[in-house]
């Protein structure tokens, strides 16, 4: 749709590979069984296992219901991407284009969903870090050595990314870091 108008670019990112060799946490592909209560996720690319987006889920509805939502909006895009090919109106396209961006991407490039429940990191840093253990200290991790690693935090926007002192994410950063030099990154 509207290819005209569109081109591709590339851009780097993670793995996940990399995801579970830095995070140490249970990675699961999700294959219909249930969500945790707490834990973060991505949408990995199906052609390379690229990081495409990155999130979590905690309070009181937690990953089961953030989780079980994406998956419900991602039915619906894919019922209207099929109703727009099918009719190819302005009302069938404007429907497609009205998704939120991760639901929207995830549709059209047949993202892959892994998920690992957010418990404390098993890894120990030399000096004073406090390393991840709640959803959005996880989140904010993957964001940062994304950012550390890649250059950029996702092409699709989230709540945790921001990186100003006295946030988590700067607090995180540094954890980030350390984590890296402490596996022997290359830089």
Not at 14 to 30: F, Y
Not at 66 to 92: K, P, V
Not at 103 to 119: H, S
């Amino acid at each position: 749709m509207f290819d005209q108008f569109k081109t591709s670019v590339s851009r780097p990112t993670i793995d996940l590979e990399t995801v579970v060799r830095l995070t140490g946490l249970r990675w699961q592909e999700h294959t219909g069984a249930a969500f945790p209560d707490q834990g973060v996720y991505g949408w990995f690319h199906p052609d390379n296992d690229g990081l495409v987006y990155a999130g979590k889920g905690d309070g009181i509805e937690g990953l089961r219901a953030r989780l079980s939502h994406h998956i419900r909006w991602r039915g619906y895009q894919q019922n209207r991407l099929e109703r727009h090919t099918a009719l190819s109106t302005e009302d069938t396209a404007w429907a497609v284009t009205s998704e939120v961006p991760i639901v929207r991407q995830g549709t059209e490039e047949r993202l892959v969903l892994w998920f690992a429940v957010a418990e404390k990191a098993t890894w120990i840093l030399e000096g004073d870090y406090v390393t991840p253990e709640t959803a959005v200290e996880w989140e904010t991790f993957l964001m940062e050595t994304t950012s550390l690693l890649a250059g950029s935090r996702s092409p699709v926007g989230g709540g945790a990314w921001e990186n100003k002192r006295n946030t988590l994410a700067h607090r995180i950063q540094a954890v980030a870091w350390r984590r890296l030099m402490e596996l022997g990154v290359d830089f």
